[in-house]
């Protein structure tokens, strides 16, 4: 559930970088700026949705 969750959130900052290509493209920066800050903010979720995680750990014996 919770990779599903980052994957998710993970293809929302994807679209959104985009998003901030287009918006700079046409000169509107202020677009622009607002997407930035929201990939900030998403990335930081993910990130601690990332160390929510149990730690994978492989046993070589």
Do not use: Q
């Amino acid at each position: 559930m919770v990779e599903t969750l980052i994957n998710d959130y993970t293809l929302l900052v994807k679209n959104l970088k985009n998003a901030v290509e287009n918006a700079e493209a046409a000169h509107d920066h202020v677009t622009a700026d607002l997407f930035i800050g929201t990939i900030g903010n998403i990335e930081k979720h993910i990130w601690m949705l990332k160390a929510a995680l149990p730690v994978k750990t492989s046993v070589n014996a």
